[in-house]
Nanobody, 120 residues
């Protein structure tokens, strides 16, 4: 079965950090761009960040620039999202997905998501 599995979510206080992982199962992440998305209750899903197969990154959300960093380790078949200086507005379920590139293609291999909660 081809899928990605997100992990690393949790509950933190404002200003805290979390590192999310997106691990591929059944296929190799290397040729794909991997995107991170999030969906907060009552809101539409939004793109957070994307990393191309060659390692070029593209931030999709101005509110996370300078705080979130996407990276990949193809040897571990995993993409990461380092989230620093977390804010309550970052609370959401975070998902990853794969596509041939960061734009212009349908995102596939969605995971089940990992919950991130930022509160005092």
């Amino acid at each position: 079965q081809l899928q990605v599995v997100e992990s690393g979510g949790g509950s933190v206080q404002p200003g805290g950090s979390l590192k999310l992982s997106c691990a591929a199962s059944g296929f190799t992440l290397g040729p794909y761009a991997i995107g991170w998305f999030r969906q907060a209750p009552g809101r539409e899903r939004e793109g957070v960040s994307c990393i191309r197969s060659g390692g070029e990154t593209a931030s999709k959300l101005d509110s996370v620039k300078g705080r979130f960093t996407i990276s990949r380790d193809d040897a571990k078949n995993t993409v990461y999202l380092q989230m620093n200086s977390l804010k309550p507005d970052d609370t959401a379920v975070y998902y990853c997905a794969a596509a041939p590139d960061c734009s212009g293609y349908k995102w596939t291999y969605w995971g089940q998501g990992t919950q991130v909660t930022v509160s005092t």
